[in-house]
């Protein structure tokens, strides 16, 4: 089945810095790659995504790229602020399936 | 606005005792998803569910079964309870359309003593 690795577990940064979360996947028919956000205590939430036929994607802050040779993907967070802070998780589907295979989180901590 | 509920934030049971966590939601999906989280593991599938009465099993299926008799509800139960159970436990649903979003419910933390 799919495998996926994230990378790193924690990364903290200052308050206006960028950062960056990197995944890769092990199952080249993979062709949905979401991100989820999961503050303290709560519910994950997506808050972007990409299919493999697009390379990047951006919305305002984050952006998620993807690099279907290698099999990897990542997110970008520019101008981080301390409400960023949350464990960030990446994940992919495997084309023809229902259900979702996640990597195992990055705490991001961002440091006003 | 899509909601998934789940029937208790916090639940504690005692080794040997039968479990259901039970999970709504509200939007008509078809696909509804149980989650374990646990510190340093992310979210491992469980068991996941395409229609009614329909049922896969997931990466950890062992020590759990589940129930889906109505379209709006998921069940999860846990047979015969065990200290290694304790967790953090994430409902989700979702279309099987083109639209894969997943939404979660509020999470169960049960612990087993």
């Known amino acids: 089945g799919e495998n996926v690795e994230q990378h790193p577990s924690t990364l903290s940064v200052q308050e206006g810095d960028s950062a960056v979360i990197k995944c890769t996947y092990s199952?080249?028919?993979?062709?949905?790659f979401p991100w989820y956000k999961q503050e303290l205590g709560k519910r994950p939430q997506l808050i972007i995504d990409?299919?493999?036929?697009?390379g990047e994607k951006k919305d305002q802050r984050i952006a998620v790229t993807l690099n279907k040779t290698a099999k990897h993907f990542s997110l970008h967070i520019t101008e981080t602020q301390p409400e960023d802070s949350a464990v960030y998780f990446c994940?992919?589907?495997?084309?023809?399936?229902?259900?979702?295979?996640f990597g195992k989180g990055t705490m991001l901590l961002v440091s006003p | 606005d899509v909601k998934v509920t789940q029937s208790s934030r916090y639940l504690v049971k005692r080794t040997g005792e039968k479990v259901f966590l039970e999970c709504v939601q509200d939007?008509?999906?078809?696909?509804m998803f149980w989650y374990r989280q646990d510190p340093g593991l992310g979210l491992r599938l469980i068991y996941f569910?395409?229609?009614?009465?329909?049922?896969e099993k997931g990466d950890i299926p062992e020590g759990y079964s589940v129930s889906r008799e109505k379209k709006e509800r998921f069940s999860l139960i846990l047979e015969s309870a065990s200290t290694n159970q304790t967790s953090m436990y994430l409902c989700?649903?979702?279309?099987?359309?083109?639209?894969?979003?997943?939404?979660f419910g509020p999470g169960t933390r049960l612990t087993v003593t």
């Open positions: 989700a649903s979702s279309y099987q359309g083109s639209s894969y979003e997943q939404y």
């Open positions: 199952d080249s028919a993979s062709n949905y």
């Open positions: 990409i299919r493999s036929n697009v």
């Open positions: 994940a992919a589907r495997v084309s023809g399936y229902s259900t979702l295979t």
């Open positions: 939007m008509d999906h078809e696909n």
């Open positions: 569910s395409y229609d009614v009465k329909m049922k």
